[in-house]
């Protein structure tokens, strides 16, 4: 496979613009007082750190999933988008976030593993029982929030942390650990239906007229953890480790050459096997949830395009220019 373009970063300056972020993942664009156009890039991130090379079709995989799924929940939970005029762009109402994430883990995998190995059996308050294997289920979903850090590692918090230190008043946070629940519900049926797990999840929340909104993504590779349903019980009960499209095979890449995000570690060189091998364990999520084929948008002149549609849903929405 060659090596396709990348949306690595953009630079617009769009009419009504307030301010401009740029995330590990997405280029944010606050418009007037009400709106938020959000790009998806293919940068791609692990152990808090930016890779240096960027992943085809990444961005286009993220923004379509999460578009879906933000569609979809509605009936939980009012969520901030309203239109997604691009492949890779997404655009809606701009809410004052908390600065936590919620973690949802209905399968003992990833950071919660590695703690559980270490000998904890206490994570953000939430108690992991004794005797368990990797990937097993949990008798029910744990949350384990964590702080989203603009810079640096994302810090474990409990809940007694989250009111303590003025992250989410004690009403707040029992709103959203019930909402998050409810979308873990609804995301592991749907998963299942395609023939997957959905074993862990992240989502965030934002208020707006004091009303808590969906942010973000959902249940998209970069927030979750997917294992094969097919094969799961065959899988533990042989101690093999289980089929799983996620990130998680990115982060042990990285693990084995040497790179755990930690102080003085520089990330390795990525080859274009790597590259490619991700870009396919993208498009094959895509393709597992969405149950169609991925169609991928083609790079040529992708900057006008991604400019050219925005500018269109913001005359759409009612900004005169």
Excluded at 247 to 257: A, C, S
Aim: charged share 25%.
């Amino acid at each position: 496979m060659i090596i396709q373009d990348a949306l690595m970063s953009t630079n617009f300056f769009f009419p009504y613009q307030k301010n401009f972020i740029r995330g590990k993942v997405r280029d944010v664009y606050e418009i007037g007082e009400e709106h938020l156009v959000v790009i998806t890039t293919d940068r791609i991130s692990a152990f808090d750190h930016v890779l240096a090379r960027a992943i085809p079709y990444k961005g286009q995989v993220l923004n379509q999933i999460a578009s879906r799924f933000l569609q979809d929940v509605t009936h939980i939970v009012p969520t901030w988008l309203t239109h997604t005029p691009d492949p890779n762009v997404s655009v809606g109402v701009r809410c004052k976030p908390f600065k936590v994430e919620m973690v949802i883990r209905g399968y003992l995998s990833g950071h919660a593993w590695r703690e559980y190995q270490s000998g904890k059996r206490v994570i953000c308050g939430a108690i992991m029982p004794d005797g368990m294997k990797e990937s097993d289920p949990f008798p029910e979903p744990i949350i384990t929030p964590s702080s989203k850090a603009e810079t640096g590692h994302d810090m474990d918090l409990s809940p007694e942390e989250i009111i303590d230190q003025n992250y989410m008043t004690a009403e707040q946070l029992a709103e959203v650990m019930a909402i998050a629940r409810k979308l873990y519900d609804y995301g592991q049926k749907e998963a299942n239906a395609k023939g997957l797990i959905l074993v862990d999840t992240k989502y965030e929340f934002g208020t707006k007229n004091n009303t808590i909104y969906l942010l973000d993504e959902i249940h998209t590779p970069d927030s979750s953890r997917y294992f094969y349903l097919e094969g799961y019980d065959e899988r533990q009960r042989n101690n093999e480790p289980q089929k799983q499209l996620s990130k998680e095979f990115l982060r042990q890449w990285l693990i084995e050459n040497g790179f755990q995000g930690l102080e003085g570690q520089k990330p390795p060189a990525m080859s274009d096997e790597v590259v490619n091998s991700i870009t396919d364990r993208y498009v094959e999520l895509y393709e597992k949830i969405a149950g169609k084929a991925f169609i991928k948008t083609d790079y040529t002149n992708v900057m006008q395009r991604v400019e050219n549609n925005i500018l269109e849903c913001l005359r759409e929405i009612g900004y005169k220019f």
